[in-house]
């Protein structure tokens, strides 16, 4: 379906429109905009109540909230919850646990989540048949009636309404049903009068209509041409949200053919912008949207979520356009397929569009699922929060080039990407008035930081087209702050500062608290330090909830150095501490300082003995021994000191190079 990445061409364009998006957790109020609500763009299809299983569906809940997601889909098939002609509403879910809405809406609910109620497809008496609407269409009125009255006027937890899903495809269409335009007028005419008589409040969201790149099928339109039928049909007052799937066949900034001419994302937005102009304006909001991971598809799994990200920073700077669902958050498995042993067939495209990855039972804790789009999504819907996008100095579709500025007055996001492959990517300016940056990668992960003088930094995007943030100002006034460095130490990293050692021990901070992907990519608060970078695990006791890196083994790594490969210890003299865990010894001049200065505890097991090397940031060599944690330094020359044993600058090299930590 989809074609690898094709170089760009197109000139840099200034666009300034400010808006404002809010923090998940602390919703901000909305910009004063003409084009509608852009406060909470980030949705999601999960379709709790029909993918879920009802005892996992807290964990899903616990999952939704960390990703940040602001809006699901939740998709409440007629067929499994009426059963025959008049017959009473089932809402709880079956004996197998499934299709429990009373639960799904209540749970996403109470979790501040909200919901795109999806009213769709043709009743259980009926299935295999396909008869002509008006045989149900007084039922489906009831069913809809009986649905927005439920969870909109009576519990008030869903106010949107989807009616239909890509009524202009043919197996959600013709073969549902819908065997031409007209039926699904007539379908969503009766829907629309349901459910503003249900609940005056609601608003209507159209079905879905999806985009068709290859040649249109017998009984499929594609949305232009599905959308002026609806307009001369006179369905342009039966809903008030249009509702478009904008599956693309490559990358948002790509020249993709579509039968005729080619069209990037923003030509294929111009062109529903135009209909828009025409039949009357409203918002838009893509209830689906996506790529997939199979193994023989042209996307991996950092491409989907470099594709994600980039698609979601375009979308959200489109002037129509309010929300984003992505497509979606699980991935898929068999039909009829038993719960608990799902398929996971690396082939099949409709298993791998979600950010998690398919396991039985669901885990929060589980190292396996998140895949990186999991990450891509968070760090969007985290480091936006609260930021108002003030410019697009460049736009990807020419020259290639995408670079995006967002601020709000005292914290600044410039993010930058790259998707020429012909060429390299240039080194961009960036006036920051700051005195320094952090580029963080496009998962949260602190790629470097950069200094300078004079108020401005220069910064490479990526060549592989990941989207690359440059973050700066926005500092914490709040813990204990230093002469030295804008940035303070709060909360259970300043206790264990203070109690471990402090300063000679750590450094200064060089950066406040992150969220970067930990083990597994589970979102994790770090903070770096001269000498190490300290990690939160709260649901750790509370004496293993502050936590320090593995910087000696990342900084043996750097250097192309397996630990397990260096030589180990061989017959170390009785005076010296021998560990079998790592084989290795720990003696004179660095034993006792280890033994009264923490231990394992802070600075993990010897993973090298104590041999000579040079440090080219000191510009001097010295005995050093390689722990799990830090290394140690012998400074002869402060014999008697508190400095003659220095833990290395290991936080500080991090940021010497491009290269990704952890």
């Not at 990445?5 to 000139?11: E, F």
């Not at 602001?70 to 879910?93: A, L, S």
């Not at 699922?369 to 460049?394: D, E, F, M, V």
Request: charged share 20%; with cysteine.
């Amino acid at each position: 379906m989809h074609k690898r990445l094709l170089p760009l061409v197109l000139a840099l364009v200034l666009v300034v429109t400010p808006f404002l998006l809010a923090n998940p957790a602390t919703p901000a109020a909305a910009a004063e905009i003409p084009w509608g609500d852009k406060t909470t763009p980030f949705g999601m299809v999960v379709s709790l109540g029909n993918r879920v299983r009802a005892d996992e569906m807290p964990t899903m809940i616990r999952l939704m909230r960390e990703a940040g997601v602001q809006w699901n889909r939740e998709e409440i098939w007629w067929d499994q919850v009426q059963f025959e002609p008049d017959g009473p509403f089932r809402w709880d879910g079956d004996s197998s646990k499934f299709y429990n809405y009373d639960r799904a809406i209540q749970l996403q609910a109470e979790a501040g989540i909200n919901v795109l109620g999806l009213l769709d497809y043709n009743p259980a008496w009926f299935k295999g048949r396909n008869p002509h609407p008006e045989e149900w269409l007084s039922d489906w009125g009831d069913y809809v009636y009986a649905t927005v009255a439920r969870y909109g006027r009576e519990r008030g937890q869903i106010k949107y309404w989807e009616v239909w899903n890509e009524p202009n495809l043919v197996p959600s269409g013709y073969e549902s049903g819908l065997y031409n335009v007209d039926d699904f007028v007539r379908v969503l005419q009766t829907a629309s009068a349901a459910i503003r008589a249900a609940d005056p409040e609601a608003k209507i969201v159209l079905g879905g209509v999806a985009d068709i790149w290859s040649e249109i099928p017998e009984f499929a339109y594609d949305t232009p041409d599905y959308l002026q039928r609806l307009y001369n049909l006179g369905a342009w007052p039966m809903f008030d949200i249009l509702g478009l799937h904008p599956y693309r066949p490559d990358a948002p900034e790509v020249p993709v053919l579509r039968r005729d001419r080619t069209q990037t994302y923003r030509e294929q937005a111009a062109e529903i912008d135009a209909l828009l102009a025409q039949f009357g304006s409203k918002p838009i909001w893509y209830t689906e949207v996506g790529w997939s991971t199979e193994s023989d598809g042209i996307v991996d799994e950092a491409e989907q979520a470099a594709w994600l990200q980039r698609f979601y920073l375009l979308a959200m700077t489109h002037p129509g356009v309010e929300k984003i669902f992505w497509y979606d958050f699980r991935n898929d498995t068999g039909d009829n397929v038993n719960y608990t042993r799902p398929i996971n067939d690396p082939t099949e495209n409709q298993f791998h569009f979600g950010m998690l990855r398919r396991t039985y039972p669901l885990n929060f804790d589980d190292q396996r699922i998140r895949k990186p789009s999991y990450s891509a999504y968070y760090h969007l819907t985290h480091n936006l929060g609260g930021l108002s996008w003030q410019a697009n100095y460049a736009l990807p579709y020419d020259a290639g080039l995408g670079w995006q500025h967002w601020s709000n007055g005292d914290r600044s996001v410039d993010i930058l990407w790259w998707v020429h492959e012909a060429q390299s990517p240039p080194y961009l300016e960036i006036n920051c008035d700051c005195k320094h940056v952090q580029v963080r990668a496009y998962d949260g992960t602190l790629l470097r930081v950069v200094n300078t003088d004079t108020g401005t930094v220069k910064i490479q995007p990526d060549q592989r087209g990941m989207p690359i943030w440059v973050e700066y100002g926005g500092y914490s006034g709040e813990g204990r702050s230093f002469a030295e460095t804008p940035h303070t130490i709060l909360g259970g990293f300043l206790s264990y500062w203070e109690q471990n050692g402090g300063l000679a021990r750590f450094g200064l901070p060089l950066t406040d608290e992150l969220t970067e992907p930990g083990p597994g990519r589970m979102p994790t608060i770090v903070q770096y330090f001269e000498r190490n970078r300290f990690e939160l695990h709260p649901n750790n006791q509370p004496e293993f909830r502050v936590q320090l890196s593995l910087l000696g083994v990342r900084s043996l790594e750097r250097g192309g150095v397996d630990w397990r490969s260096l030589p180990p210890a061989q017959n170390p003299p009785a005076e010296c501490s021998y560990f079998v865990e790592t084989g290795h010894s720990l003696c004179y001049p660095f034993k006792e300082y280890w033994e009264q200065n923490g231990g394992i505890a802070l600075y993990g097991f010897p993973v090298s003995e104590a041999y000579w090397e040079y440090d080219e940031a000191q510009g001097k060599g010295f005995l050093v021994q390689y722990f799990e944690r830090n290394r140690f330094e012998h400074h002869p020359e402060l014999a008697g000191s508190a400095y003659e044993i220095q833990l290395g600058l290991l936080g500080r090299q991090l940021y010497q190079g491009w290269a990704q930590y952890p």
